[in-house]
C-alpha cells in the first residue's frame, strides 16, 4: 500500500513539472 502511494506521488510529481 506505501508502496503504491509513493507512486501516485511520483506520477503527481511529473504532471506538475
Not at 503504491?4 to 506538475?16: G, K, L, T, Y
Request: aromatic residues 18%; proline residues 0%; positive net charge.
Amino acid at each position: 500500500m506505501y508502496v503504491r502511494v509513493r507512486r501516485v506521488r511520483e506520477f503527481f510529481s511529473r504532471m506538475i513539472s
